[in-house]
């Protein structure tokens, strides 16, 4: 699976939009993107994923760069219970190859 | 409401005991997964299984060990052999290729002293 790369850490304010990016500058063509976030002392929860087109869904956008190479995750109006570290992975669907690998993160910080 | 229950949230274990730790999922996911996490580091593979009475070593698996005997369970026994066994261990499932995401249950917490 291709190495992403984050910010460590991130602010935002409360109502305003948090756009969290990810660097995947290694992705292969049938490699997607996803989205996890992990609030604190909790499991992951799975936000979005996408393979060259923009995607929406109820929790968040996520803005793949038509090269395929970095990508961001939008929350349109954070709250503080957005507060969290957020993962991007790329990974390949299908195949034999089921493993998911995390790297740290961004932690993500709503401030009130 | 289907998903993924891990028990117990919280356990303590004296070193050199073998603890066993539950995960069972009513969503009817093929593929199960443990994760391990230390503070302030991602999460790091463990075992996986992707059908009944098959699993196959993560990144992690010495001094760990897992059955699949029924699709809906995948225990986790951490052993004496495993030498840094206090962390956070979350248990995952998906569908065959995970391509529609993982989920994950709430965690157990490990501690032993």
């Not at chain 1, 984050?6 to 992705?27: F, K, V, W, Y």
């Not at chain 1, 979005?48 to 995750?73: C, F, P, Q, V």
């Not at chain 1, 929350?75 to 570290?85: K, Q």
């Not at chain 2, 117990?8 to 073998?18: C, D, T």
Request: aromatic share 10%; proline share 4%.
């Amino acid at each position: 699976d291709a190495k992403t790369t984050q910010p460590p850490s991130m602010d935002c304010a409360e109502g305003r939009a948090a756009n969290l990016p990810c660097n995947h500058s290694t992705i292969s063509g049938n490699e997607y993107v996803y989205w996890y976030r992990q609030i604190h002392s909790q499991g992951p929860q799975y936000i979005i994923h996408g393979l060259k087109n923009n995607e929406t869904n109820e929790m968040a956008s996520l803005i793949i760069t038509e090269d395929r190479k970095s990508s961001t995750l939008i929350l349109p109006h954070a709250t503080l219970r957005d507060t969290a570290v957020y993962y991007c992975i790329v990974r390949v669907v299908g195949g034999s190859n089921y493993k998911l690998t995390f790297g740290k993160g961004t932690l993500l910080t709503v401030n009130p | 409401d289907g998903g993924i229950t891990q028990s117990p949230k919280y356990l303590f274990r004296k070193e050199g005991q073998n603890v066993t730790l539950s995960c069972e999922q009513n969503l009817n996911h093929d593929a199960m997964y443990w994760y391990r996490q230390d503070p302030g580091q991602g999460l790091r593979l463990i075992y996986y299984s992707q059908i009944v009475n098959d699993f196959q070593k993560g990144d992690i698996a010495e001094g760990y060990s897992v059955s699949r005997e029924k699709k809906e369970s995948f225990p986790l026994t951490v052993t004496s052999a495993q030498k840094n066994p206090t962390a956070f261990y979350l248990c995952a499932s998906s569908t065959l290729g995970g391509g529609y995401g993982y989920t994950f249950g709430s965690g157990t917490r490990l501690t032993v002293v």
